[in-house]
């Protein structure tokens, strides 16, 4: 059973930092794209940024410049650090990863770490 765990979530003040992270485990197939989305309280999952196996990435408006994905495929392992945090950033961030089963892909996903900006 493929798993991804997220970790590095917690409460900030605005303009701090945090770190997450997203490892991929009891995987036989080959992650393919990795990425975060984010779940405010009353909103839908929407996306935060992708990366391709690569390391080819994306970003949201109001992210961009201030979050930074990376991704380490030894590790099976993707990152989102985040900077200058505001108040809007706080939701449940949730990993993803595309897997390559040979025929297409399937997606899995992590159960969420809550990230909460205090003003």
């Known amino acids: 059973q493929v798993q991804l765990v997220e970790s590095g979530g917690g409460l900030v003040q605005t303009g701090g930092s945090l770190r997450l992270s997203c490892a991929v485990s009891?995987?036989?197939?080959?992650?393919?794209?990795m990425g975060w989305y984010r779940q405010a309280p009353g909103k839908q999952r929407d996306l935060v940024s992708p990366?391709?196996?690569?390391?080819?990435?994306n970003y949201a408006g109001s992210e961009k410049g201030r979050f930074t994905i990376s991704r380490d495929n030894a590790k099976n392992t993707a990152y989102l650090q985040m900077n200058s945090l505001k108040p809007e950033d706080t939701a449940v961030y949730y990993c993803?990863?595309?897997?390559?089963?040979?025929?297409?892909?399937?997606?899995?996903w992590g159960r969420g770490t809550q990230v909460t900006v205090s003003s």
């Open positions: 993803y990863a595309a897997l390559d089963y040979g025929l297409g892909f399937q997606d899995f």
């Open positions: 009891r995987s036989a197939w080959s992650i393919n794209r």
């Open positions: 990366i391709t196996s690569g390391g080819s990435t």
